[in-house]
């Protein structure tokens, strides 16, 4: 197990096999995101008091889901970086703020586009939406904290101490709908009965569309983490190798 550790922080080994994944991660998230959008936007019926807006449902909830493991993978990455120095893990965190950063604030934007008809506000300070908001801003705080900071070490330092913070925020949004009287709805129940009140006419596509969503998510980590790698290890000598042979 601790050779398998070893060999996931080594840059050199995770850009070779993540290059043999990606072309399967791409085919896979590409037809569930095809079949997810075109049964969500063509054959999911109208909501009897939503009407068309209820497809903004299968954007929202997904990408909302997904912003949630964030801060999550940054803080055990961070925690590998304090711990064992990890180069690999220090990249992870880096990459994956202004990817969070972006799955947030796409988030808050579906969010409010669905509130509006729902809710008829754009925003209100309710836990849910005021505890996410605080997240998009801690993303921000580590994306400038890593350009802020002249040394590289401390501010791979800096920026894992901030995202094992920043995971305790996500326990505050996961919970605030059930901590607090919020407008934010709790968690929908589904149900394979067709004829429920969300059978798998609704779930189905939703489910396909979650898949979709956190396939992108890893395709998207995976490719600007290989970025990531190249830069910094530009000066070795596998690099140096790779370019030569393109």
């Known amino acids: 197990m601790w050779l398998w550790f070893s060999k996931l922080g080594s840059p050199k080994w995770f850009y070779e096999i993540s290059g043999r994944w990606l072309p399967w991660l791409v085919g896979t998230m590409s037809v569930f995101l095809l079949i997810g959008v ?21 954007i929202h909830v997904p990408v909302a889901t997904i912003s949630l493991a964030f ?106 709908v059930d901590w607090w009287n919020t407008l934010h709805q709790v968690g929908t129940n589904f149900s394979t009965d067709s004829g429920g009140a969300n059978g798998p006419e609704i779930w189905v596509p939703l489910f396909l569309m979650t898949v979709a969503v956190y396939l992108f998510f890893v395709v998207s980590l995976v490719m600007y983490t290989r970025n990531e790698i190249l830069q910094r290890e530009r000066r070795a000598q596998w690099v140096a190798d790779l370019v030569s042979e393109s």
């Open 71 to 176: 801060f999550p993978l940054m803080a055990v990455a961070g925690a590998i970086t304090l711990i064992w120095r990890m180069k690999l893990a220090d990249m992870v965190v880096k990459t994956a703020a202004p990817l969070g950063a972006w799955f947030t604030a796409l988030a808050l934007a579906s969010g409010s586009i669905w509130g509006v008809d729902t809710w008829g506000t754009w925003w209100i300070w309710d836990g849910r939406l005021t505890s996410m908001l605080f997240q998009f801003f801690l993303l921000i705080g580590v994306i400038s904290l890593r350009s802020a900071l002249e040394d590289s070490d401390g501010a791979a330092r800096a920026c894992a101490l901030l995202s094992i913070v920043g995971f305790i925020n996500v326990i505050v949004i996961k919970y605030s």
């Open 38 to 58: 075109t049964w969500a936007l063509l054959f999911v019926p109208q909501d009897y008091q939503q009407g068309l807006i209820n497809r903004v449902f299968y």
